[in-house]
């Protein structure tokens, strides 16, 4: 047995642990789906950093880093400034008026069926992308990095999708915070320590470090004649090129930013605080962790560019396995492992998070309020429903992943993830906590048109709409062999307007007294915590 | 021991509720205290109107207005200048600061500090808004 297969296999086992502590802690819904609300203000910290910093994060973005320099660097300060729309907009209001749901709050003024329908539909959306996303890049690493085991990429999508099912149903939201704060732990650890290697490499002198940076050396085949090519890693515009390149930056910097407080797994991170203050701190504590760590990419994905070499990791496995192959070459076999077990805590404690806000979704929205008019047949129904759902979510994220297969271009379903999440969920719930007028057609339309806008844009854009060269084959081959009609790759910078607009014309077109009427109570709500859903354990 | 008026009769010794010689009412007699309320059953009981009108209810909301709205203004445009800045004046951005670092990689990283600095302007001025909040319920005698 490999050392990364041990590493593992220990992960599985502590987390399996928690499983089993936290089923026997939890009974009735405020528990299944808030962790009782008794999560600290650390703990949550850790536990949306847990959330959020996913494989795209520390493999891709190290990844993107170590190939296109600079440039990937854009994603890494987008995600942290976004946690600013979390804190100062955000997280108290939705703490104070919501339950289990974003939903919660979008429909507290509003007829609660047709909002909570199409919350759900966007949530439903957001989560499955972004789980097929992980689960495809799971596969594929999990089958890269225990090559030596024999493990294919289905056994690992099998084995990770099943892992994410026990976690939820059996653990329900206690489980899954104690993943995701042990995850956000080791990844924690795991980065600054091969940060320290890294600049130890450069004997701790930054200028070397970023001298090493500015003539970065690596080879480009083209028309099979390979030829050298030195270039300034620190120089903006390697990824993002002209004519549309900046549009493209400033188009991704409006997804991240809006997105990132519109995701659903994210908000349902703060209901399983005691109350809005502890919902405060644990932003603060989450952009501790995520800046620190997104800092610390510059030194992985920088490290990685000079001390392996773009060739090196192109011939090993591509962009992707940049962060474990330079944890190879500073520490040898152990510290692969070492990097390689992190990596895969970090897609399971996503995952996890993926189906727990999707399978409370479907329960609380969906079940309960769209089809049985809000309450419950008999008690206990919504949570064997989150249940029920979490396990068919996750055999269809399985079956999706493996039809998919590991060459199958999905990182365009990141990107998509957090425009929906900022054209269709965002605009919504900034307008129904802000404007009196507001009411159910205009969130309605506002879901509808952010969500249709960005799937719309996204099918025709470069990432799905190309023509590929010959030598492109099976799965990597883009959708559609056209011309791109839409030229960015992120489409939030036309999608999100377009679902402002949705919002405010349904709403103008439209008039409903009982919305309006109802604006002080949540204003109240909102701003004071009066009435607030209490921490227990039942 | 005061006569029960519910009696009937002096005869009948069937104890009414609510009766002295009861154990316990069935029942709270009390109004439950607000944190054991639903919000389904408190919307009835706080008249929402009242408080939005109160002048320390708007004075609580002026206050949060006037720090949230120059602060996402000011880090909404601060954020975007950085993709501007790189994707129209790469030159500008590629100038040199510190032997091989750049101004870009630089304004990439003043956005963590200010991102910090606001997180951490915010916490102060919240504890002002808590306070305010903590004294409307307890002016409603909530808390």
């Given at each position: 047995?490999?050392t990364a297969?041990?590493?593992?296999?220990?992960?599985?086992?502590?987390?399996?642990?928690?499983?089993?502590w936290?089923?026997r802690r939890?009974?009735?819904?405020?528990a299944?789906?808030a962790?009782?609300?008794q999560?600290t203000?650390?703990?949550?910290?850790f536990?949306?950093a847990?959330?959020?910093?996913?494989?795209?994060?520390?493999?891709?973005i190290?990844?993107m880093i170590?190939?296109q320099?600079y440039?990937?660097?854009?994603?890494?300060?987008g995600?942290?400034?976004?946690?600013?729309?979390v804190?100062?907009?955000?997280?108290?209001p939705?703490?104070?008026?919501?339950?289990?749901?974003m939903?919660?709050?979008?429909a507290?003024?509003?007829k609660?069926?047709?909002?909570r329908?199409?919350?759900?539909?966007?949530t439903?959306?957001?989560?499955?992308?972004?789980?097929i996303?992980?689960?495809?890049?799971a596969g594929?690493?999990?089958?890269?990095?225990?090559?030596?085991?024999?493990?294919s990429?289905?056994?690992?999508?099998?084995?990770?999708?099943i892992?994410?099912?026990v976690?939820?149903?059996?653990?329900?939201?206690?489980?899954?915070?104690w993943?995701q704060?042990?995850?956000?732990?080791?990844l924690m650890?795991?980065t600054?320590l091969?940060?320290?290697i890294v600049?130890?490499?450069f004997?701790?002198s930054l200028s070397?470090?970023?001298?090493?940076i500015?003539?970065?050396?690596y080879?480009?085949t083209k028309?099979s004649?390979?030829t050298?090519v030195?270039?300034?890693f620190?120089?903006?515009?390697l990824?993002?090129k002209?004519p549309y390149?900046?549009?493209d930056?400033i188009s991704?910097?409006?997804?991240?930013?809006?997105g990132?407080?519109g995701?659903?797994?994210?908000?349902?991170?703060?209901?399983?605080?005691?109350d809005?203050?502890?919902?405060?701190?644990?932003?603060?504590?989450a952009?501790?962790?995520?800046?620190t760590?997104?800092?610390?990419?510059?030194?992985?994905?920088f490290?990685a560019?000079?001390?392996?070499?773009?060739?090196?990791?192109?011939?090993?496995?591509?962009?992707?396995?940049s962060?474990?192959?330079l944890?190879q070459?500073?520490?040898g076999?152990f510290?692969?492992a070492?990097?390689?077990?992190?990596a895969f805590?970090?897609?399971?404690a996503?995952?996890a998070?993926?189906?727990?806000?999707?399978?409370?979704?479907f329960?609380?929205?969906?079940?309960t309020?769209?089809?049985?008019?809000g309450?419950?047949?008999?008690?206990g129904?919504?949570?064997?429903?989150?249940?029920?759902?979490?396990?068919?979510?996750?055999?269809i994220?399985i079956?999706?992943?493996?039809l998919l297969?590991s060459?199958a271009?999905?990182?365009?379903?990141?990107?998509?993830?957090?425009?929906v999440?900022?054209?269709?969920?965002l605009p919504?719930?900034?307008?129904?906590?802000?404007w009196?007028r507001?009411?159910?057609?205009?969130a309605?339309c506002?879901?509808a048109?952010?969500?249709?806008a960005?799937?719309a844009l996204?099918?025709v854009?470069p990432?799905?709409?190309t023509?590929?060269?010959p030598?492109?084959?099976?799965?990597?081959?883009?959708l559609?062999?056209?011309?791109?009609?839409?030229?960015?790759e992120?489409?939030?910078i036309?999608?999100?307007?377009?679902?402002f607009?949705?919002?405010?014309?349904?709403a103008?077109?439209s008039?409903e007294p009982a919305a309006?009427?109802k604006?002080a109570?949540?204003?109240?709500?909102?701003n004071t915590?009066?009435g607030?859903?209490?921490?227990?354990?039942? | 021991?005061?006569?029960?008026?519910?009696?009937?009769s002096?005869?009948?010794?069937?104890p009414?509720?609510?009766a002295a010689t009861?154990?316990a009412?069935?029942?709270?007699?009390?109004?439950?205290?607000?944190h054991?309320l639903?919000?389904a059953e408190?919307?009835?009981?706080?008249?929402?109107?009242?408080?939005?009108a109160?002048?320390?209810?708007r004075?609580?909301l002026?206050a949060?207005?006037?720090?949230?709205a120059p602060?996402?203004a000011?880090?909404?445009?601060?954020?975007?200048a950085?993709?501007?800045l790189?994707?129209?004046a790469?030159e500008?951005?590629?100038?040199?600061i510190f032997?091989?670092?750049n101004?870009?990689?630089?304004?990439a990283l003043?956005?963590?500090?200010?991102a910090w600095?606001i997180?951490?302007?915010y916490v102060?001025?919240?504890g002002?808004?808590?306070?305010m909040a903590?004294?409307i319920?307890?002016?409603l005698?909530?808390?």
């Open positions: 047995m490999s297969l041990l590493m593992f296999v220990g992960f599985v086992g502590v987390t399996l642990v928690i499983t089993y936290a089923s939890s009974s009735g819904a405020n299944f789906f962790a009782g609300r999560i203000a650390w703990q949550n910290g536990a949306v847990g959330d959020y910093m996913s494989a795209a994060s520390f493999l891709g190290a990844g170590a190939f320099g440039d990937g660097f854009m994603y890494s300060v995600f942290l400034v976004a946690y600013l729309t804190l100062l907009i955000v997280a108290e939705l703490r104070n008026a919501g339950k289990y749901t939903a919660d709050v979008l507290y003024r509003m609660a069926r047709p909002v329908a199409m919350a759900a539909l966007s439903l959306t957001v989560s499955t992308f972004y789980m996303a992980q689960m495809v890049g594929a690493l999990v089958a890269l990095l225990l090559k030596s085991s024999g493990i990429y289905e056994a690992a999508v099998i084995g990770v999708g892992l994410m099912i976690y939820v149903v059996f653990g329900g939201m206690l489980a899954t915070t993943v704060i042990i995850k956000a732990i080791l650890g795991g600054i091969l940060s320290i600049l130890g490499h004997g701790f070397a470090f970023f001298d090493a500015s003539h970065v050396t080879h480009v028309d004649v390979k050298e030195i270039q300034n620190l120089q903006p515009g990824r993002y002209p390149g900046a549009l930056l991704l910097g409006m997804a991240l930013l809006l990132t407080a995701l659903p797994h994210i908000l349902v991170r703060f209901y399983t605080v005691p809005a203050k502890t919902a405060r701190y644990s932003v603060v504590w952009m501790v962790l995520i800046g760590f997104y800092i610390m990419t510059t030194l992985l994905g490290g560019a000079t001390i392996v070499g773009r060739d090196f990791i192109t011939d090993n496995g591509g962009t992707n396995m962060a474990p192959l944890a070459a500073l520490g076999n510290f692969f070492f990097i390689s077990a992190i805590a970090t897609i399971l996503v995952v998070g993926l189906t727990i806000s999707a399978s409370t979704s329960a609380h929205d969906f079940w309020n769209v089809i049985h008019h309450t419950e047949r008999k008690p129904e919504e949570v064997l429903v989150a249940r029920v759902t979490a396990f068919v979510v996750g055999a994220a079956t999706l992943a493996i297969g060459k271009n999905v990182a365009f379903l990141v990107g998509l993830a957090f425009a999440a900022a054209s269709a969920n919504v719930i900034v307008l129904s906590l802000f009196k507001f009411n159910t057609a205009g309605v506002g879901l048109t952010g969500l249709a960005s799937l996204i099918l854009s990432s799905l709409m023509i590929d060269p030598t492109v084959t099976g799965a990597a081959r883009h559609f062999q056209h011309k791109p009609l839409f030229p960015l992120n489409p939030g036309v999608s999100i307007p377009l679902g607009l949705g919002a405010i014309m349904g103008l077109l008039r309006e009427a604006f109570e949540l204003t109240v709500r909102a915590g009066l607030a859903e209490k921490a227990s354990l039942h | 021991m005061t006569p029960d008026p519910n009696r009937k002096p005869s009948d010794l069937t009414s509720v609510g009861d154990i009412p069935l029942g709270r007699t009390q109004p439950r205290p607000a054991e639903t919000a408190e919307a009835q009981v706080t008249d929402w109107n009242k408080v939005a109160m002048e320390e209810f004075a609580l002026k949060k207005l006037r720090f949230i602060a996402t000011f880090f909404a445009i601060y954020y975007f950085l993709p501007v790189v994707g129209y790469p500008l951005m590629g100038k040199k032997g091989a670092v101004l870009a990689y630089l304004f003043s956005q963590f500090v200010m600095v997180a951490a302007l102060r001025a919240a002002r808004f808590d306070k903590e004294a319920l307890a002016k005698k909530f808390k």
